[in-house]
């Protein structure tokens, strides 16, 4: 073979390694085959268009760590640059002003999606229960949205939260689009261990149920005064010097702060009804990858700007991501990382780790630390008197 053409073959599958490597395909769980060009070729487009948004904007240089990238609510325009460090600044800033009191009002909001062959929970699982214990700190209504394919689940009210049966109005734009493809959703979500249809219900129930603050059960609340504090807002679960945070998974949706007529919260319906027969099967495409879509927009038709939505840095909200042990900044106001291991198991958890879980639900550590491993598990169910 002619050296020239061995140089053009090793050039491009350096050109081809590159590529992959900054575009950060394998977090897309993208089918890429010689079947699937269109949508190869739709996330390029949208890859590259974050890419240029990220050099015009400056975000990856002003989103630092304990910073955020803000437009103050109402605002027409706000650049990139006139940017926030740190939770103690967002909280004295003129951002917090009625709308902070007016999603605290709204309250918390988790979803709860019951497999047909499980019966209706009476309680939070066991699991789950240090995150809703962390929510029940912040004084806001706490309500746990109960979905069963089959059947209405009751009403379950306990102290200080509830379980709460969702029934999905037809008239509403997701709501229509639920009930007309309700078995494809179940079908699909049962691949993904129903985080799927969990992506879907969230949407619903901050767009219906009157906004607030959505929480995935994994998402712990560390200082409930300053959670109260925090605008209408999404944040990023990447560090901007790392390549992922290039990549299409930027923001997270298992935290979302946000009013029921914000333009992210209908803008992500649209998204959803839009994209689910281009590549609805995949969770994070419907899910952080959505989020990332949306903001993406609001950021070019903007002006680099998001009006009335702060975009929170990595150490906000998703300062320990699953599996890491390293420590939470000071300003962060929660953590999301899954407990299973340590509440199934007794798995050991790092000092760092404990003692931030000792912080966010200290009566569920109390119970969870005392008494034989395996017998205590059985005796407990949820949350149980607080």
């Known amino acids: 073979m002619p050296r020239a053409i061995r140089r053009v073959i090793v050039c491009g599958a350096i050109c081809m390694a590159l590529t992959l490597l900054l575009f950060d395909c394998a977090s897309m769980e993208f089918p890429f085959s010689w079947d699937a060009s269109r949508h190869e070729f739709r996330f390029l487009q949208w890859t590259m268009s974050q890419q240029m948004l990220d050099m015009r904007c400056g975000l990856p240089q002003m989103l630092n760590a304990r910073g955020f990238y803000v437009a103050k609510p109402g605002a027409a325009s706000t650049p990139a640059r006139d940017v926030l460090r740190g939770g103690g600044e967002l909280r004295r800033s003129a951002i917090v002003d009625e709308s902070a009191s007016a999603l605290t009002a709204a309250g918390i909001h988790y979803v709860l999606a019951v497999p047909e062959s499980a019966t209706c929970p009476a309680d939070v699982p066991t699991k789950y229960a240090c995150s809703v214990e962390s929510a029940i700190a912040t004084r806001s209504p706490v309500s746990i949205w109960v979905i069963h394919p089959t059947r209405t689940c009751a009403l379950v009210e306990r102290n200080g939260?509830?379980?709460?049966?969702?029934?999905?109005?037809?008239?509403?734009?997701?709501?229509?689009?639920?009930?007309?493809?309700?078995?494809?959703?179940?079908?699909?979500?049962?691949?993904?261990?129903?985080?799927?249809?969990?992506?879907?219900?969230?949407?619903?129930?901050?767009?219906?149920?009157?906004?607030?603050?959505?929480?995935?059960?994994?998402?712990?609340?560390?200082?409930?005064?300053?959670?109260?504090?925090?605008?209408e807002s999404v944040a990023a679960q990447e560090q901007p010097t790392s390549l992922k945070f290039h990549g299409l998974h930027r923001y997270n949706n298992a935290f979302m702060r946000?009013?029921?007529?914000?333009?992210?919260?209908?803008?992500?319906?649209?998204?959803?009804?839009?994209?689910?027969?281009?590549?609805?099967?995949?969770?994070?495409?419907?899910?952080?990858?959505?989020?990332t879509r949306v903001v993406n927009q609001m950021l070019a038709t903007h002006q680099c700007s998001t009006p009335g939505l702060a975009l929170l840095g990595m150490?906000?909200?998703?300062?320990?991501?699953?599996?890491?042990?390293?420590?939470?900044?000071?300003?962060?106001?929660?953590?999301?990382?899954?407990?299973?291991?340590?509440?199934?198991?007794?798995?050991?958890?790092?000092?760092?780790?404990?003692?931030?879980?000792?912080?966010?639900?200290p009566r569920f550590y109390q119970r969870m630390s005392s008494g034989d491993w395996a017998g205590r598990i059985g005796r407990l169910s949820g949350l149980g008197p607080l």
């Open 161 to 231: 939260y509830a379980l709460r049966p969702l029934i999905l109005d037809h008239e509403s734009i997701l709501g229509a689009w639920y009930h007309s493809h309700t078995k494809e959703l179940w079908s699909e979500g049962y691949r993904t261990s129903l985080s799927l249809v969990s992506n879907f219900l969230r949407l619903y129930v901050l767009l219906q149920r009157g906004g607030g603050t959505y929480l995935d059960f994994d998402v712990h609340v560390l200082d409930p005064e300053a959670f109260n504090t925090l605008p």
């Open 258 to 291: 946000l009013h029921s007529t914000s333009a992210l919260a209908e803008g992500l319906a649209v998204d959803w009804v839009n994209e689910w027969l281009y590549k609805g099967t995949h969770r994070g495409y419907t899910g952080p990858a959505a989020v």
């Open 315 to 361: 150490d906000s909200v998703y300062g320990l991501k699953v599996g890491d042990t390293s420590g939470l900044g000071a300003d962060a106001v929660a953590f999301h990382s899954k407990l299973d291991d340590w509440v199934l198991s007794g798995k050991y958890l790092s000092p760092q780790r404990s003692a931030e879980v000792q912080r966010a639900c």
